[in-house]
Structures are given as C-alpha cells and as structure tokens.
C-alpha cells in the first residue's frame, strides 16, 4: 500500500522560506515520478516541481520560478521541497504526488497517489 505523508508547511512572512518534506512508502524500487502540486481556493491544482526517483532529474513549473529546489532522500525515502522568497501568491494546499502513469510529469491528472496536503500560508 503505497502512502505519501507531506510535513513542514505552515506561516511565514513573505520573504521567508519553507522546506516541505513528503515520506512516502510502498513505491518499490522502480524509477518513477514524484511531484509537489498546490492549490489555493477557487483555483485549479498546477505544478511545482518533480524529480524522477532513478535519474534524479528535477522538472521545474513555471511558480517555482528559480525560488524553489525539489531534491530527494532515497534512504529516507523523502522528497523536499526547498521554498525561498516566499510570496503572498505562493499560499496554496501543498500536495505530494507518485507514481505518474501517462501524460506531462508537471500535470496532475496522471498521478496515482497523492497525500492530504500541508498548508502553507504567505502573509505579506
């Protein structure tokens, strides 16, 4: 049974950084993909960052704009999401996604797994 468990979110002053962290569980060895995804009220979920778990080849969306690094901790089986020059527009539900079975890596229609989000909140 496959489980990701997102952590590190919460309030910080715009400027500051966050560092989220998903433990997930249960993928196996293969190489798949795994992702962080946001989504504020009243907006549609959109892309992050991903990293291929094999490669480790990070893909970047547009909102992480050069401010924020996806790395990952295989022993530990954890993937981070480094956030820095946090902005008001950056307060979103973070969520973590695994295992993309078709379509882009930074879509969230073709992910399998997904954990409950953590909340990150920007104040300016």
């Known amino acids: 049974q496959v489980q990701l468990v997102e952590s590190g979110g919460g309030s910080v002053e715009a400027g500051g950084s966050l560092r989220l962290a998903c433990a997930h569980s249960g993928l196996g060895n293969g190489d798949t993909a795994l992702a962080w995804f946001r989504q504020a009220p009243g907006k549609e979920r959109e892309g992050v960052a991903a990293?291929?778990?094999?490669?480790?080849?990070?893909w970047y969306g547009r909102v992480a704009a050069g401010r924020f690094i996806i790395s990952q901790d295989s022993d530990r089986k954890t993937v981070y999401l480094q956030m820095n020059r946090l902005k008001s527009e950056d307060s979103a539900m973070y969520f973590c996604?695994?295992?993309?079975?078709?379509?882009?890596?930074?879509?969230?229609?073709?992910?399998?797994?997904w954990g409950p989000g953590t909340q990150v909140t920007v104040s300016s």
């Open positions: 990293i291929r778990t094999r490669s480790n080849s990070p």
């Open positions: 996604a695994a295992d993309l079975r078709a379509g882009d890596i930074m879509s969230p229609g073709g992910y399998r797994y």
